[in-house]
């Protein structure tokens, strides 16, 4: 009986679609989510995709929270397509900074002023949001510059400049999958984000020395976002968004939401192995 259920798995394995439901395993992480959460006086949505099998889990999905700084993300995305498509290089200067030099300061010390450099060179946050919603990302709005975001009166549940998790994911999803950007131009992304150095209370925390992570924090008063990819020990990359309003003890919610995404994507069995893209 054991073999014919292992049969019969790996069978649903192969014909499951490229987004496939979450096996029985994750079932489990999302119930265990679900009541670590009942414990914190926090809000909080989370989405995570394995990039390998499609597999996936998410808490309050569709639920737009505060993007905060995780929106350099994107506007790193769209600056780097504009690369990609001769529009601009990496060693162009803007007022005699170069781009590379702002895009590390941006993506490493979530530096403002550096990403609004950015924002201004790419057209504004109108025009990131118009690259999003035309490359089919829905669930994500940009519609303030970081200055005008942070001197604005603070509303943890305004829709502007808000992400859903899921759509977070998929912003993720695609730049990994070379769909909005080139092979090259995500390989520099993601070695950019992997010296993130703000954070390291969050995702990071609490997961096994050396994990890999690639990841942009964002911060508010009242709000701690994480988002990013984890790589699992074969090689699977998971991309993961955890948004958290309100309450208390916000980055530590993070770092255990992080573990137990781990701990879950790690159980299951993927057969037969489907490498993601790697960074070259």
Known sequence: MRFVTLILSLLAFVAAPATAAASPDLVSVEQQLRSMLSDTSADVGIAALDLNTGESISIKGDTPFPMASTVKVAIA???????????KTLDDKISGVP?????????IHSDNHAADVLFKDVGGPRAVHHWLVQNGIHGVRVDRTIAQLLAAKRDLWDVRDSSTPKAMVELLRRI???ELISAQSRNYLLAEMAKCQTGRNRMKWLLPEGTPVEHKTGTLNGLTDDVGFITMPDGHRIAVAIFARGGSNRPRTIAQAARAIYDGFKTI???PYRPALTAQ
Do not use: N
């Open 99 to 107: 781009v590379r030099t702002l895009m590390a300061k941006m993506l």
């Open 176 to 178: 990994y999958r070379g």
């Open 269 to 271: 069995f993927s057969w």
């Open 77 to 87: 995305a769209l600056y780097l397509s504009q690369v990609d498509d001769r529009q």
